[in-house]
């Protein structure tokens, strides 16, 4: 039976930013993939989020991404569109990048540091005990981890074989998704319909000015809402061109499909993300509407947040008590994303009095505070995890300050990339006793001269120093003394 710290089952986005943390962190992590490689037919999700962007900076790897995509506004609610250029980020945007791409990347990245991945085969079943979990794969193997996460998608079997609750709403909308030919040149856009929302677009394109250009020919990307909801039959190519009849009157001729699917607004979320040794990411955990492209980001950042907890803990640094902060602090993010994604969905229906909500919601999102308070949402920029009272920066995304440092100016999101703790002291040199967490973190003396912005609170009190953690996210403030400062370290980072 071979053997490694963690296994993980699924080898999407989430997945792989998993065993990419774990990796960093040291960890013996393996990836089990159903699929022989990492080709993705079709596109999938459509980019990358703000905080997104911020969080693959943080690990080096985001010029990855933005050599690959094009930048454009793409946060939005219920169809009103934000710019968020003037938001305090050096990530002002969003990223068109389809997710065939954004999974190769990572799956590079994840290459590069040496993961080793379980092709072509699936977790059939597992029983976990006091030290471990024995892990049965389709082939017949039998792998042995002290922990199995379940990133294996909505239908997870982790989820499912760990006896997870998976309470939630069931769906009110039904589409129809695919990638096809056509002879004719389709019409492109939107239209709104008595069944619902439907769209035609390129597989290729280009953004110009912040519209999208989509070139001639090519792949066609259709989505049509359905006029009933309830059909569990695998959707064909007649149920698309009868679609598009009763939509645009003609099917444009469509032919060869390259992959044809169907997706609710179902809403459901894992009652627990962990069942001692199981644990849950990405939409095992959490499954909505796609409206607002917030799944993968949400997904990626669940990883982030738990991979250094589980490198903590299995390196035993940390005490398992760590672990029940991730679904703390991760659950009532993906609860609030159910939230906005059910209103979304409430708010696009093709009704005259839905219509004319969905016209006041629009004036009202116009408006400066309102769209800054909505977009910071969206872009996952404001992100506040309650870790108690304190300066407005306690428990948020750290900004990425050029730092005047003793060795020149450096970048925040620089000191994270080997995803390592820092404590910048940002006062008067002090004489703190650090010297029990010194091997397990960095400790930067620095200066910054600048405002501290925050998106949608803006200024906020310059700290004499932070502790920040190693998914970003501040754990302490300092106001010149050491106050609470090793209580923090304990809490986070483990005893001295």
Known sequence: MTEHAVVIAGGGPTGLMLAGELALA????????????????????????????????????ADRFLSEGQVVQVAGFAGTQFDISDFPTRHPYGLGLWQKHIERILAGWVGELEVPMYREREVTGFAQDDTGVDVQLSDGESLRAQYLVGCDGGRSLIRKAAGIEFPGWEPTTSSLLAEVEMTEEPETGIRRT?????????????????????????????????????????????????????????????????????????????????????????DAAHVHSPVGGQGLQIGVQDAVNLGWKLAQVIN?????????????????????????????????????????????????????EPRKRFAAMMSGL?????????????????????????????????????????????????????????????????????????????????????????DGYVAWVGDGTDTGLRDALTTWFGSP
């Open 316 to 368: 035993r640094t940390s005490p398992e008590s760590l672990l029940d902060t991730y679904h703390a602090e991760r659950h009532p993010v993906a609860a609030r994303v159910l939230g906005n994604t059910m209103a979304q969905v409430a708010l696009m229906r093709a009704d005259d009095r839905i219509e004319a909500l969905r016209d006041t919601v629009s004036e009202l999102l116009s408006m400066d």
């Open 26 to 61: 040291g960890v013996d992590v393996a990836i089990v993939e159903r699929r022989s490689s990492q080709d993705l037919p079709g596109t999938r999700a459509g980019g990358l989020h703000s905080r997104t962007i911020e969080v693959f900076d943080q690990r080096g790897i």
């Open 194 to 282: 008595p069944s619902g929302m439907h769209a035609i677009g390129k597989v290729e394109y280009e953004i110009k000015g912040g519209e999208v250009i989509y070139k001639k020919g090519g792949t066609v990307g259709v989505m049509l809402t359905e006029s009933q909801v309830g059909n569990t039959d695998e959707p064909t190519l007649r149920d698309l061109s009868e679609g598009l009849i009763a939509v645009y009157g003609t099917d444009y001729g469509i032919h060869s499909p390259t992959w044809i699917t169907r997706f609710t607004d179902m809403t459901r979320q894992a009652a627990a993300y962990r069942d001692r040794r199981i644990l849950l990411a990405g």
């Open 382 to 470: 404001d992100i506040h995890y309650d870790l108690g009272e304190g300066h407005l920066l306690l428990g948020r995304r750290m900004p990425d300050l050029d730092l005047v440092t003793p060795g020149g100016t450096v970048r925040v999101f620089t000191l994270l990339h080997e995803a390592r703790p820092v404590l910048l002291n940002l006062g008067k040199p002090w004489g703190f006793d650090i010297s029990p967490w010194a091997h397990r973190m960095l400790a930067i003396d620095a200066k910054y001269a600048g405002d501290w912005d925050l998106p949608a609170l803006g200024q906020v009190a310059a700290p004499a120093a932070v502790l920040i953690r190693p």
